[in-house]
Structures are given as C-alpha cells and as structure tokens.
C-alpha cells in the first residue's frame, strides 16, 4: 500500500495493476484501497472515512466500474468488455479519476483479452485499470507486459489466526487452516468446526479405502452430491502433507503421491465443467486403493 501511496504522490502510478493475489487474501479488497487511494478528496488518502471512499467500499461509486463474468457464463466476454471501455471514457462525476476492476482477470476469453488490451495500449487520460487474477500465468503476455505487478500472499498462519480470533471467529480455526489454507477472508466466511470434522471424517473413510475396507463407489456418490469443492480441499490438503512425509522416507512412493495430487488438482480446476464428479472421483478414490499404503489417516498425517 505504501508503494502505490507514494506512486501516486510522485506520479508515477501508472495506468494498469496486476494484482496477483492468493485466494481469499484480500486482491478485491486491495484494488477497492486503490480506488480509494485515486478517488478520495483528503489528505493524506484514502482517509476510508468520507464519502467517495465509503462509496467505494461498498462498491458503490459512479467513477468505479466492474468486468467480471455474468451470471450465465463462466468466462468475461468481448461484449462484456466493451460495455465496460465505454463507461472508462466517459466524463468522470467527479472531475478526476475513473477507475476499472477486472476480478478475475484470467477467465478473458480470447477476444475479450484483445479488446482490454487496445485500452491497455492507449488508455483514458486519468484512468486506472486493476486487473485482479491468483492465475496471471493464464493471461496473455501482451497484457501481463502493460501492468504494473502487486503480489499479495497469505500471512503466516499464526497471524492468520490471530486475525480471525480478533474478529471474533472460534472454534477449530487451526483445523480448518489445515484444509484451506492461511486465506483469512475464507476461513472468516467459513464455519471452522464443520470444514475440520469434514475433514476428519473423510480422512477415516480414506484410512478405509487404503486398507480394503471402504467402498470408493459408494463415497464417491456420496461426497459428490454435497459439498464437492470442499471435498476436494480436504483431500488434496491431506494428501499435500503426506508427500511432504514421504519426501524423506524411504519407499515414500513419491510419484505415485504426485500423480494423485495431479488428479485432484485437475478435478479442481473442472468443477464447473460438465464434469461427472461421482465417476470421477470414484476413479481417484480405486487408484488411492490398488496403489496406497495401508495405515491409519489423520489430520496431522
């Protein structure tokens, strides 16, 4: 913040924000603060008190423009973006500066991509762009070479936690970090007892199937018809810890743990495909049975 507080000072900001943000880690919050940091009338800014920076928290100011997919598309369309280039240009309310919110970034489709980078090539005069995106690597590099690159990462866990207790969050807080990670603003959305006993409760059934006593066919009709993402994190989040374990020992399997890692992730990346989960993750569960190594799963293995 300190580093776009004194860009702006000196003049220097620039026209276009890469925020490469983790997440749940506060990208969307940071290009808000950017906002903020353009559009606010005191010294020093953003003072988060008046009214253009009220307005833009709450997403709310004429000056400020979204480019996000619509309810029916997974993807940010050409005629999305050019709905949104049309308002850049206009006139601003206030007399200063406009401001453009692409989250996420990496779901441009081919030709929306190339209509952004025509205003990326020749912007409004006192307009920036902030291009939010966990995946810049899946963004052209025609764009990724116009921006201005932020990095915001997850915290240590112990702040992470610290954070949400300061809040006002309790509960298995710790267990729920085990599953989906030190992102503070998706644990402080999440109820932590139940994402730990999901957890522990998969992870019995896992110790099951690697020992031939669970029915993969049957856990994978299950999980598939209630929570599949969060199903998901707590399996590549358990099986994450034990190649970090087999790392060091020996007869770790290591690639056979790394081809199953690799499995889940594509899973992941194809939940809002037309995916048929249940057949899916049925495979995944009968390749953790023929190859897994028998023995009882926890939290903390």
């Known amino acids: 913040m300190n580093n776009l507080r004194g860009a702006r000072a000196s003049g220097r900001l620039g026209h276009a924000l890469l925020i490469h943000a983790d997440p749940g880690c506060?990208?969307?919050?940071?290009?808000?603060?950017?906002?903020?940091?353009?559009?606010c009338q005191r010294e020093?800014?953003?003072?988060?008190?008046?009214?253009?920076?009220?307005?833009?928290?709450?997403?709310?100011?004429?000056?400020v423009f979204f480019l996000q997919p619509t309810e029916d598309s997974k993807q940010i369309r050409v005629e999305d973006v050019r709905t949104f280039i049309a308002?850049?240009?206009?006139?601003?309310?206030?007399?200063?500066?406009?401001?453009?919110?692409?989250?996420?970034a990496d779901v441009l489709n081919?030709?929306?991509?190339?209509?952004?980078?025509?205003t990326l090539e020749e912007p409004p005069p006192r307009t920036?762009?902030?291009?939010?995106?966990?995946?810049?690597?899946?963004?052209?590099?025609?764009?990724?070479?116009?921006?201005?690159?932020?990095?915001v990462t997850a915290p240590p866990r112990v702040k992470t936690l610290d954070w949400l207790a300061a809040r006002g969050r309790s509960g298995d807080l710790a267990g729920a970090?085990?599953?989906?990670?030190?992102?503070?603003?998706?644990?402080?959305?999440?109820?932590?007892?139940?994402?730990?006993?999901?957890?522990?409760?998969?992870?019995?059934a896992v110790a099951e199937v690697e020992r031939g006593?669970?029915?993969?066919?049957?856990?994978?009709?299950?999980?598939?018809?209630?929570?599949?993402?969060?199903?998901?994190?707590?399996?590549?989040?358990?099986?994450?810890?034990?190649?970090?374990?087999?790392?060091?020992?020996?007869?770790?399997?290591?690639?056979?743990?790394?081809?199953?890692?690799?499995?889940?992730?594509?899973l992941r990346r194809e939940i809002d495909t037309p995916l048929n989960k249940s057949v899916a993750l049925e495979t995944w569960l009968w390749r953790l049975a023929a190859g897994g190594q028998p023995g009882r799963v926890t939290r903390s293995q």
């Open 128 to 151: 920036l762009l902030a291009l939010i995106s966990a995946s810049p690597s899946r963004l052209p590099a025609t764009i990724l070479s116009r921006c201005t690159r932020l990095r």
């Open 87 to 104: 308002d850049l240009v206009l006139t601003s309310h206030g007399g200063g500066y406009r401001v453009g919110i692409v989250a996420p």
């Open 177 to 204: 970090a085990e599953v989906l990670g030190d992102a503070p603003l998706t644990l402080l959305d999440e109820d932590a007892d139940a994402v730990a006993r999901m957890s522990d409760e998969m992870l019995r």
């Open 26 to 39: 506060g990208g969307e919050l940071l290009a808000d603060w950017a906002a903020q940091l353009l559009l």
């Open 213 to 266: 006593a669970g029915d993969p066919a049957q856990l994978a009709e299950r999980w598939s018809r209630d929570q599949f993402a969060l199903r998901l994190a707590c399996l590549e989040a358990w099986l994450t810890r034990r190649i970090h374990l087999s790392a060091n020992a020996p007869n770790g399997n290591i690639v056979w743990h790394f081809g199953l890692l690799d499995v889940l992730r594509e």
């Open 110 to 118: 081919s030709n929306a991509a190339n209509a952004l980078l025509k």
């Open 44 to 63: 020093p800014a953003p003072c988060l008190a008046c009214t253009d920076c009220r307005h833009c928290a709450a997403h709310q100011h004429p000056d």
